[in-house]
């Protein structure tokens, strides 16, 4: 097999900002063959992570990165990536036919005008991902969704990139990107909240090993939604019941007994633990649940009144229940 760094085409790359996915797309774009030049590190930990996965690399400033890069890789966070665009733009820092890319979600092409201007080229990827930090990631890019925006003409910069370190490329419209990173959070990162929540539960219940007890059903319940999202059809545009055809447990079953029990419980775990958003977690989700399976045809109408009159009925008890508990404390104070 030839050497990659052989290939044609390669590219000096400057990585601004060495955190938890600078440090591993650098990486990877080097495993690709693409020599990394400079990088950014400001923190103690970004310059150990930066000597581990980038050994041998010039930790300099960012116009410093800027200035020896073919390829620049801004892998800041969200909030600073405006700032910093036009910053360097300021300074003139930006070459005309350099290659800048941003690995933010938030944001497309738009963000990077400043550059842009000054005759760069803009890409917008943004791995669909989670990373540790760690060369671990480098196995999760392997098959791993990359959100593409970038002006057509360049488009398949893009890609290649992606497909160099073994991602798939999606391209995005600069206008979907907001509503693409919001279903991206509001799926991973409220994910780790609701587990967060269940694990805290269950100890409360007694179980030494929540962790243990959840991962077999939530590893099951998850792979059942991914595998029953229906896609649209193209001759009608309609969509079949999708990930909600998955769903177990109470609600599906029209079971408003249960699920009020349920609300019985968590309100005397919340009175003893003040956790009342595992309670508002639970109902806003049952809520949730009760609407599309109703909506997909899995319960009747008057079973999913059922279950919400339940849930209504246990948010009563919760929040008496958490007064009541709080009114107590302040006594004893």
């Known amino acids: 097999m030839s050497d990659p760094a052989t290939r044609p085409g390669r590219l000096g790359v400057g990585v601004v900002g060495a955190g938890r996915v600078g440090a591993v797309l650098g990486k990877a774009l080097r495993g690709a063959g693409h020599p990394v030049v400079a990088v950014s590190a400001i923190s103690e930990a970004s310059r150990e992570r930066a000597a581990t996965l980038l050994p041998g690399v010039p930790v300099l400033d960012i116009p410093e990165v800027v200035r020896r890069a073919e390829l620049v890789l801004l892998a800041v966070p969200d909030d600073a990536l405006a700032g910093l665009v036009q910053g360097l733009a300021d300074v003139g820092a930006w070459q005309a036919g350099q290659i800048v890319v941003h690995t933010s979600g938030r944001f497309g092409v738009g963000v990077l005008a400043p550059a842009r201007a000054a005759g760069a080229i803009p890409l917008a990827l943004h791995p669909a991902m989670t990373f540790t930090g760690t060369s671990l990631d480098l196995s999760r890019l392997v098959g791993c969704s990359f959100a593409v ?14 497909v160099e370190i073994g991602g798939e490329p999606v391209v995005l419209d600069e206008d979907a990107r907001g509503l ?56 009608t545009g309609s969509r079949g019941p999708g990930a909600i055809s998955a769903l177990t447990g109470p609600v599906r079953r029209g079971d408003a007994g249960t699920v009020r029990e349920h609300g019985a419980a968590l309100a005397g775990f919340a009175a003893r633990t003040g956790a009342v958003d595992v309670v508002e977690g639970y109902r806003a989700l049952a809520r949730s649940a009760a609407g599309r399976a109703l909506a997909a ?13 339940g849930i209504n009925e246990g948010s009563v008890t919760l929040y008496g229940d958490v007064e009541r508990q709080s009114g107590q404390q302040e006594d004893e104070e």
């Open 180 to 235: 693409y990173h919001a279903a991206l959070a509001h799926g991973a990162n409220h994910l780790v909240v609701l587990v967060a929540q269940a694990a805290q539960a269950l100890a409360a219940a007694g179980v030494t090993d929540p962790g243990r007890m959840l991962a077999p059903l939530l590893e099951a319940a998850l792979d059942g939604a991914l595998r029953a999202e229906s896609p649209t059809d193209p001759a």
């Open 297 to 309: 045809g899995l319960i009747s109408a008057s079973a999913a009144q059922d279950v919400l009159d």
């Open 149 to 162: 925006t970038a002006p057509n003409p360049v488009l398949p910069i893009g890609q290649a990139l992606v």
